[in-house]
């Protein structure tokens, strides 16, 4: 795990990948999971559970954030290279998305969408290039629960390609 001061070559601001207010806030749920998943002694999978309960209240917001889960642990298993996030108590790096935050943030919106073509993608370049049947379908029952709204159609994904990061599996934090 490394703490950067700068944004990665690869960061791009949060506001170029179109997302809905939805997902925008489940990415600030991921990187809190994402968090606890690297730092297990942070608990951060505390603040993923109050900021998704402060978002969309008690009554939806735990069920989103143990929705996510699922899909994170398929990531996890999937994948083997680092997957680089951002701190999310780094108030100054938080309108960044890392390559792999945008790749996973991608995946979710397309398969929100129904869009197929896009979530294929995105799935390849989370897992370095196969197509894994365990994230697809983790992504899918989440997107199926959670589905996009009417009206959100015009926010469509970035589809420019993100550089992988290293050949070993673990979590790194950048801020």
Do not use: K, Y
């Amino acid at each position: 795990m490394t703490h950067d001061q700068a944004p990665t070559a690869d960061a791009v601001p949060v506001a170029s990948l179109g997302l809905d207010e939805f997902e925008t806030g489940l990415l600030a749920v991921l990187r809190h999971f994402l968090t606890a998943f690297s730092r297990p002694e942070s608990q951060a999978w505390q603040s993923a559970f109050r900021v998704a309960t402060e978002r969309w209240d008690l009554a939806g917001g735990p069920q989103i954030a143990m929705g996510l889960l699922p899909v994170l642990q398929a990531l996890r298993g999937a994948r083997r290279q680092d997957f680089i996030f951002t701190d999310p108590l780094c108030i100054q790096c938080r309108m960044q998305a890392t390559g792999c935050e945008a790749a996973f943030m991608r995946m979710v919106q397309a398969m929100r969408r129904d869009r197929t073509d896009i979530a294929r993608g995105a799935v390849l370049e989370l897992t370095g290039g196969r197509m894994e049947a365990g994230l697809v379908q983790a992504g899918l029952a989440f997107a199926a629960r959670w589905p996009a709204t009417r009206g959100n159609e015009a926010n469509q994904p970035d589809l420019r390609q993100t550089h992988f990061a290293p050949a070993h599996r673990h979590l790194r934090i950048v801020h």
